[in-house]
């Protein structure tokens, strides 16, 4: 029908005209009341960002010479957030003369990737920056 007639139907139903489809040959509209419609959509919206996760990213600090129990309260405290849906940001800050040997930082991260092994994997392998060194973990995904 035409764009004319439509709106005297909906302007008699005391609703509104509107465009569903604008880019179809001849475009596609339908009688509704447009307030209710946009209410409902917002509900809609509502409900979907309350259904969301954002996933933090929960950061443990380790050093070069740190102890059994230490490494393993941190790595309790990554199993930890790791359940709750956290991703971990492992890193280790190189002071002083510690900056010479790089490789014991590599090893206590690659100590603590497998300490959690069983419920996280490596998103981000250990890498140099700087002072720092980072790796990424992420906990594996539920089947």
Do not use: W
Not at 104 to 114: C, L, N, S, V
């Amino acid at each position: 029908m035409s764009a004319s007639e439509a709106l005297d139907k909906a302007f008699a139903r005391n609703l509104d005209l509107v465009k569903i489809a604008p880019q179809a040959v001849p475009p596609v509209c339908k009688i509704i009341d447009y307030g209710k419609y946009r209410f409902e959509q917002a509900k809609r919206e509502k409900e979907a960002r309350k259904n969301q996760r954002v996933v933090d990213i929960k950061e443990i600090r380790l050093s070069l010479n740190i102890d059994t129990h230490d490494f393993e309260t941190k790595a309790g405290h990554a199993t930890r957030f790791l359940k709750g849906g956290d991703k971990v940001k492992v890193s280790i800050r190189f002071r002083g003369r510690e900056m010479g040997h790089p490789e014991q930082g590599y090893e206590i991260m690659k100590r603590f990737a497998e300490a959690l092994s069983d419920i996280a994997n490596v998103e981000k392998p250990a890498k140099l920056e700087g002072r720092n060194m980072l790796m990424f973990l992420a906990s594996k995904p539920a089947k």
